[in-house]
């Protein structure tokens, strides 16, 4: 008990932040992820300017040469520079992932609060359509949408944003349910709040330290998709210096030049990675039950 | 759980990772196992054929693709068919002839032939076979090919006579076509099973099929020929990715490999024991232009891109060198080719010429084509050279069945959106009609045909019709030959290039042919050890 | 239990039916003329005429419809139009290889999992903890198809030890299985890793601790068990996934299952296809689903805890 009270007392003079950066400092694979990610967001930004050649110039007397000095990571089939398409592509693979899981996610939690909200007939109408959903592999999903809308960045981004749906609806449920259990909520609900209100101001902060996880997690997923589908033909349109589409058509020369493979591959790989690591590190750091 | 146990299996999974990045930056460097070379199996095994997909129908009339046709070459035969320079040459007939103006021809049938399963081969099999092509309702994929036959006769035990309905010239390229085997007519009365279990008269009979995995053939034993076949079983193998087909080949588990991806040729070159063969094929790559919309109505303009992309580079980049220049809208092996004059890449006439048509900044327009790794990279290669000449491309892919729908689902067309359209032309009778016809006659619009130029000439059409109503090949010859003068000089396409068919086998592998229209030939295939 | 699972199956009737519906609706949405993509590169317009009317493309959308919701009702579930062949055989033809290899698969998920996820949930924030969840989550990470075509390089090529694709004995199994599995690998060995933690904090545990227990009797005789519960589920549903088969490996693999029929069939726009594979896919992800409920409340985790204290 006497231990449980220092608890309590140490608790209330650090703010939610604090608590969460000193048990997240603590982890230090995730840290390096986190910083890692950083960096990739700042070349992201200024990755054009610094890029030593135009991504899309071709130079057909250095076709597949390996790295240089002169080329960092080498040259492409079309004698492009990989190392500066890498650097323009930073941008592009970041918005893929970022911009298909946030609208994947905004739908969801929508979907999530209302269903568990209000429960009853909305709660199983929305569930089962997040079943159906569900029921498919995010792959075969994927590839549907993308024959309906046609191949292309802007449509990747669709499709992988609507197989993230269900994913957030169904976790942000189980949240809500459990916080809407909680008496405080039933307090605000019999002072006579309204429901938005009651959601909008107790619901779903609830929720967000959830939210902020999977959100991580489902970047480096939502980037894995999009290099998958480049490799089915129905990805990014293969001039763009996107990464799973530079890695997709590198393909062929895996035996004869592996750098126009290793290069991009690399890139997700250690993107993909730092996501993931990060995502752990945030769970660990952010769940109330495994914090001590 | 033993921690040492465990520790045993994750560093074994940690080699896997490591081993696997490693290997990518060093496999330039040739291991001892990679370069062994393949044992040869023995006659009982066989041969193993490594194929891009999967194979749709044994039933050849209702067959249109070449790969369906290459397994089909090896259980079937026509009366007539093609030696390996396109030559047509009697197979199953002894001998044919035609009448003046092509309207009747008379086979005459080798005898003593019977199909696997007992059948005899005789006029009537072979009056069943063309009456079920011919047949409308019988709703074949290839029964096109004759539907201008109006009557087949039985005039002996083994004699045939084909009447037509119009007098149709290139009518033998037509029974040499694959799609024009004969099938027992025990099969055809035994109807819809012919798809799945072929009877022909061809060096192999049918063993099984694996849908996606496998198709078996062994040697018939009662084929004509003495010694023929050479090998006691083949079996195909659909493998899609093409980096899997070539390190097949590396491992010795495929004797012969079709397609090879030109990128990859230089993989196999360094391969002990596997020889890489190539040679043209009766492609012709193209991009059309829609000679109905601006800026592509004027011939200038259309001539200008014909200079501003460098064929060679062509060539070399999408295609490693393995393709040539094409000199026709038809390539060098198809019946009645000739050769014209390339337009010689030249950017500053290119630019001359747009001036004069009133663009002297360019312009902007769009191509469509199919979304596979070389038909972009292509677009990207016309973009970056018309933008030489100040035109921009947008390269618009599309998955096949959209493109279908967005080009040939347009009825009218002043309707049609498309500009310019990166194409792909073999004509599979191997003939100049049916390399021209259905891509620049004006009754070729889509969604008749293939068109996708609008190209629209009243001398080409007449010159197209006429080569149709006579079976005379020096008449025929002098017609096509003006066509195709015309055409290349109205230039509705941007001519590229003849790529060639690429294919490796290892070395003990001999005999086994392809035909310059993709389709294998294996009667004489055999293993020879040394 | 009988009864809820009548009640579930039951249940799944209607939902299976609103799924055909929205099956033939996607289908039709695809862009693209089948007769046509089916006719060939140089098919003349007669022949892809008739290819419409033998397959009744050529009629309105609500005939088709009922077409092919009386079939269905009937147990037909019609015919390829590339191949002619029924449907119904065609999917099982492709099941068998989907489902070995999806055992195959699991097979080195929940070794690698389990080990990795208990390994580090044991050693947690040491450097065991931070090797092995690294390497897990390396296998999240990878491109499949490049993971898949590394691993040919490597193991078939240069090495020779095993073949580079296709369907055959247990050395075929290894390679397409390992490349599959190691996504799924990373997911259990999080879940498990995760789980075991929570668990490690109950207060049972600590008892055994503080009664002096050897750390591996705790671990192996409560904390597992208990932990396994969450994971069980989890496996169960990437079971679930798996059974679609995997469009990538499988073309890479050169293997006959599901996953690259389905990929066929939307670029052939084999309607009957696509749409039989599409019921077959919810169906699948519905029963297991029951399977998993089931085995939930088998596993009950108060009855355990029960035991456990």
Redesign the interface.
């Known amino acids: 008990m006497a231990e449980a009270n220092v608890h309590m007392e140490e608790q209330k003079r650090v703010t939610p932040f604090q608590q969460f950066w000193s048990s997240f400092k603590k982890q230090k694979v995730s840290f390096a992820a986190g910083a890692f990610l950083l960096l990739l967001f700042i070349v992201a930004i200024i990755g054009p300017y610094i890029a030593p050649y135009e991504p899309n110039e071709p130079d057909y007397n250095q076709l597949l040469s390996g790295p240089s000095w002169q080329h960092l990571a080498g040259t492409d089939d079309f004698g492009r520079d990989i190392f500066s398409r890498i650097l323009h592509g930073a941008r592009i693979s970041l918005a893929v992932g970022l911009s298909s899981v946030l609208l994947g996610a905004v739908v969801g939690t929508v979907f999530g609060v209302i269903s568990g909200y209000f429960g009853k007939w909305i709660d199983s109408a929305i569930m089962r359509v997040m079943d159906v959903l569900l029921a498919f592999p995010g792959m075969l999903l994927a590839i549907g949408i993308i024959a309906i809308l046609g191949p292309g960045l802007v449509n990747v981004v669709m499709a992988v944003a609507i197989f993230s749906v269900p994913v957030f609806a169904r976790i942000i449920r189980s949240n809500t349910l459990a916080i809407k259990s909680t008496l405080y909520v039933e307090a605000t609900q019999s002072i006579g709040s309204s429901h938005w209100r009651t959601i909008w101001k107790h619901i779903f902060p609830g929720t967000v330290s959830t939210l902020i996880v999977y959100f991580t997690m489902r970047i480096g997923s939502a980037i894995l998709i999009a290099a998958g589908l480049s490799f089915l033909g129905l990805g990014a349109d293969p001039s763009t210096p996107e990464w799973g589409a530079m890695l997709s058509n590198g393909r062929s020369y895996l035996n004869n030049a592996p750098h126009v493979t290793f290069f991009p591959g690399l890139a997700i790989f250690l993107t993909v990675l730092a996501f993931n690591l990060l995502g752990d590190g945030l769970r660990d750091a952010l769940d109330p039950k495994i914090r001590e | 759980m033993k921690l040492s146990r465990l520790f045993m299996i994750l560093s074994l999974a940690f080699v896997v990772v490591a081993a696997g990045c490693s290997n990518n930056e060093e496999s330039s460097e040739k291991s001892d196992a990679e370069n062994k070379k393949a044992e040869a199996p023995s006659n009982e095994e066989g041969l193993t054929i490594a194929v891009e997909s999967n194979f749709t129908s044994m039933d050849p009339h209702d067959t249109n693709d070449n790969q369906s046709y290459s397994a089909q070459s090896a259980i079937y035969e026509g009366l007539l068919g093609f030696d390996e320079d396109l030559n047509i040459v009697p197979v199953l007939a002894e001998e044919y002839e035609a009448n003046e103006d092509s309207t009747v021809f008379t086979f005459t049938l080798k005898e003593g032939i019977t199909f696997h399963d007992g059948t005899p081969f005789n006029a009537e099999a072979v009056k069943a076979n063309i009456d079920r092509l011919a047949d409308p309702e019988s709703q074949l994929r290839r029964s096109s090919l004759f539907e201008l036959v109006e009557k087949t006769e039985v005039t002996g035990e083994y004699e045939v006579e084909v009447t037509l309905k119009e007098p149709f010239g290139a009518m033998p390229n037509n029974f040499a076509h694959p799609a024009a085997a004969m099938i027992s007519p025990k099969a055809i009365e035994s109807s819809d099973e012919i798809a799945r279990n072929p009877v022909g008269t061809g060096p192999f009979q049918f063993t099984e099929w694996k849908s996606g995995d496998h198709l078996t053939v062994e040697k018939y034993e009662g084929y004509r020929e003495e010694g023929v076949p050479k090998v006691d079983r083949v079996e195909f193998k659909p493998v899609p990715e093409s980096g899997s087909r070539v390190a097949m080949l590396q491992t010795g588990e495929a004797d012969f490999v079709f397609p090879v991806a030109p990128n990859q040729v230089e993989t196999l070159k360094d391969e002990a024991g596997v020889s890489v063969v190539n040679k043209p094929s009766l492609v012709v790559k193209y991009f059309s232009m829609n000679t109905m919309k601006e800026p592509f109505n004027d011939p200038k303009v259309r001539k200008a891109l014909n200079y501003a992309i460098d064929k060679e580079a062509y060539v070399n980049v999408i295609y490693d060198g393995y393709a040539s220049v094409t000199k026709s809208e038809i390539a060098p092996d198809t019946q009645h080719y000739a050769e014209q004059e390339i337009y010689k890449y030249d950017p500053e006439k290119a630019k001359e010429l747009l001036t004069e048509a009133g663009y002297p900044d360019g312009f902007e327009t769009t191509i469509w084509g199919g979304t596979s790794s070389l038909k972009q990279k292509m677009m990207q290669f016309y973009k970056q050279q018309l933008s030489q000449v100040g035109i921009t491309l947008n390269v618009v892919p599309m998955e096949g069945g959209t493109l279908g729908d967005k080009i040939w689902g347009v009825d009218n067309p002043d309707n049609a959106e498309l500009e310019l359209y990166n194409g792909g032309w073999s004509p599979s009778t191997a003939d100049a009609d049916w390399g021209l016809r259905p891509l620049f006659s004006s009754k070729s619009f889509p969604p008749e045909a293939y068109n996708t130029a609008y190209y629209e000439n009243e001398k080409v059409d007449e010159l197209l019709q006429k080569g149709l109503s006579t079976a005379d090949d020096k008449k025929r010859g002098e017609y096509y030959a003006e066509a195709q003068q015309i055409i290349w000089d109205d230039a509705p396409w941007v001519f590229l290039a003849v790529p060639d068919l690429i294919y490796a086998e290892q070395e003990y592998v001999d005999g086994l042919t392809m035909l310059p229209s993709g389709v294998m030939d294996l009667k004489q295939a055999e293993i020879v050890s040394e | 239990m009988l009864k809820y699972s009548i009640k579930r199956i039951l249940g799944m009737i209607p ?1 299976l039916f ?2 055909s519906v ?1 099956a033939f609706l ?1 289908v039709h ?6 007769a ?12 892809i005429k ?2 419409r ?2 397959y009744g493309l050529d009629e309105p959308l609500y005939q088709q419809y009922v077409d092919y919701m009386a079939n269905l009702f009937q147990g037909d579930l019609g015919t390829s139009i ?4 029924p449907v119904m055989d ?1 999917l099982a ?2 099941f068998v ?1 989907t489902l070995s290899l999806t055992f195959a698969s699991m097979f080195w998920a929940l ?2 999992g389990l ?2 996820g ?2 580090s949930a044991v050693k947690r ?1 040491k450097w065991q903890d ?1 090797l ?4 897990a ?2 296998g ?8 898949g ?6 193991f ?5 030890w095993f ?5 055959g004995g247990i050395e075929s199994y290894i390679l397409p299985s ?1 490349t599959l599995g190691a996504g799924v690998a990373a997911i259990i060995a ?1 879940f498990t890793r ?1 789980s075991l ?2 668990v490690l ?1 109950e207060d049972y545990i600590r008892t055994g601790r503080a009664k002096g227990l050897a750390e ?1 009797k705790v671990i ?1 005789r409560h904390a597992l068990r208990n932990a396994m519960i969450p994971v069980v589920t989890m496996s169960g549903l990437q079971f679930g ?1 798996l059974l ?1 088969g ?3 490996t499988e ?7 599901l ?6 069939s ?2 052939a ?1 084999d309607y009957p296809v696509i749409q039989a594979e ?1 019921l077959l ?2 169906l699948e ?2 029963l297991i ?1 029951l399977l998993v409920d089931l085995l939930y409340g088998f596993l009950n985790p108060k009855i355990r805890y029960e035991e456990g204290s």
């Open positions: 939902l609103v799924i929205i996607f949405l695809i862009p693209g003329d089948p046509r993509l089916i006719a060939g590169t140089d098919a003349t317009i007669e022949e008739n290819i009317e033998k590339v191949s002619a062949r065609m033809e492709r290889p070794l690698f080990l990795i208990v390994i924030n931070h092995t969840m690294f390497l989550v390396s999240v990470s990878i491109p499949s198809f490049w993971l075509l590394m691993l040919i390089q490597l078939s090529v240069q090495l020779g073949p580079t694709g296709g369907i390992l999080r995760s933690m929570d904090k591996f192996n996934f679609s995997s469009i990538i073309t890479i693999f050169s293997w006959p299952g996953g690259r029929l389905l990929i066929n939307i670029t726009r599409i896919f919810s992800f519905l689903n």
